[in-house]
């Protein structure tokens, strides 16, 4: 008990015991002692009463009248109620304060947000934007069912994904010309968060880039051709002198030939939302040919072997998953030293799908750079892929054909230890092999 409180309620019972005194003196006097003393009692029992009655009355009547400077019980009672309240005031105003503060920065965001009630998939509140964006009203829209409120867009089964739904890119209620990307967030057990935000201005620079990057790489084509039919005009052997600078022209000209071949790929892939056509791939011969090829570029350099324990095929494209493939497997040779050893491996996944590996013993990749393989142009080290020859698209064509495959690329690596790259499959898109196919050649190297 503070001092002050523990005071206050001495001098209440110092008060008590001499009024009690004082009232059996007069008692003995009078010869009345215990008459006065019931009604002393009474009185002061009464008196107490009356004290709480008041303490009551002043809680339910919420007045806010300031407490006595004396020194009773009561009073102190009287004082801590005030203080209370005053620290119970300035908290409530203080968290209007930050609520006010709260609405105005969500009322000036230009994304719509709006809470939703988790099971019933209520509105439960929307700022300023979900009028702009969705055509919600307040306070019509207050408590109305969310999906019913926007339709005719498809948020139902996207909806019902809860925490594992994906963000959704899908037209405006308000503007079918307008595109929206939706996310949701669950922020408690029992609301959700909606966030809605208009996309269409970045969707229509990003597909200007594309088509800047497609026209601009079409248009190279023809002066790229003419510059090789020159340079193959020369013959070396009439001018020595010129030996080592037309090797260098012809290989700076291959290269750049190959940049503008892999964005006009680039280009295309980004522009398709599925796959045109769908065939049965032989994973068997696919392997031996990535198996052909990359003894090919090796040069009789690096031990190359195959593995299929998966013993499937695969559907998609065949042209798009070789060329995928293929840019795991040079990128395999280039980046391993003369004498190291590169596995193409056809295994199979725990969930019913499959994996297609590349793994190398070459010099690594730090954990920093793995998040960032797959943009277009990012190198680990720009000396050593421009001496290998590397265009710093291959693992970006790569990522977007298998997007189109519904498949998803997964890198691990370890500095000084090699790298793997794994192409994973669902099973959807794994078929049992066909008898026909050609079988896969085990564990065959070349060293």
């Known amino acids: 008990m503070p001092p002050r409180s523990r005071s206050a309620w001495l001098r209440t019972l110092g008060l008590l015991f001499l009024i009690l005194a004082v009232a059996t003196a007069v008692g003995v006097l009078v010869d009345r002692l215990f008459p006065i003393l019931t009604v002393t009692a009474l009185g002061i029992l009464g008196w107490h009463y009356w004290r709480l009655r008041q303490v009551l009355v002043r809680l339910t009547a919420r007045q806010r009248l300031a407490p006595s400077n004396s020194d009773g019980v009561w009073n102190e009672l009287d004082r801590l109620l005030y203080r209370t309240q005053a620290e119970m005031r300035g908290r409530k105003r203080r968290l209007m304060e930050m609520l006010r503060a709260y609405r105005a920065a969500a009322a000036a965001l230009p994304d719509a ?9 209520r509105i439960q509140w929307f700022n300023e934007a979900g009028t702009r964006l969705l055509g919600l009203r307040y306070p019509d829209d207050i408590g109305a069912s969310l999906v019913h409120r926007l339709q005719p867009m498809p948020l139902a089964h996207w909806m019902a994904a809860g925490r594992n ?44 880039r594309r088509d800047f990057v497609a026209n601009v790489s079409h248009e190279l084509r023809t002066p790229l051709t003419v510059i090789h039919g020159y340079l193959d005009m020369f013959d070396p052997d009439e001018h020595p002198e010129w030996a080592s600078m037309l090797s260098e022209m012809q290989r700076q000209s291959h290269r750049m030939t190959q940049l503008v071949e892999d964005l006009l790929t680039l280009s295309r892939l980004e522009s398709q939302d599925e796959l045109a056509t769908e065939e049965h791939i032989s994973m068997a011969s696919m392997l031996n040919t990535l198996r052909r090829e990359a003894l090919a570029l090796s040069q009789d350099k690096h031990h190359v072997s195959i593995e299929d324990t998966a013993g499937v ?5 065949g042209k798009e998953l070789h060329s995928a493939f293929s840019n795991l497997v040079s990128n395999a040779i280039r980046y391993t030293p003369a004498g190291g050893h590169i596995r193409i491996a056809l295994t199979p996944d725990p969930d019913g799908g499959a994996a297609l590996s590349v793994i190398d013993s070459g010099y690594g990749i730090p954990a920093q750079h793995l998040p960032r393989l797959t943009e277009r142009f990012y190198r680990v080290s720009t000396s050593r892929s421009r001496e290998s020859g590397g265009t710093g698209l291959g693992l970006a064509i790569v990522k977007h ?26 099973a959807a898109r794994v078929r049992s092999r066909r008898t026909s196919s050609v079988p896969a050649e085990h564990s065959e190297d070349l060293a």
């Open 165 to 208: 739904a994906e963000p959704l890119e899908t037209f405006s209620p308000l503007n079918p010309g307008a595109t929206l990307s939706l996310r949701l967030i669950p922020y408690s057990d029992q609301l959700w968060l909606l966030v809605a935000r208009d996309v269409s201005r970045l969707l229509q620079l990003e597909q200007m």
């Open 313 to 317: 095929d695969l559907i998609g494209s």
């Open 401 to 426: 054909v298998l997007q189109l495959h519904q498949a998803r690329l997964e890198i691990t690596s370890d500095v000084g230890q090699g790298s793997t790259f794994a192409c994973h499959f669902v």
């Open 113 to 121: 947000i709006i809470v939703v009630e988790r099971n019933s998939q």
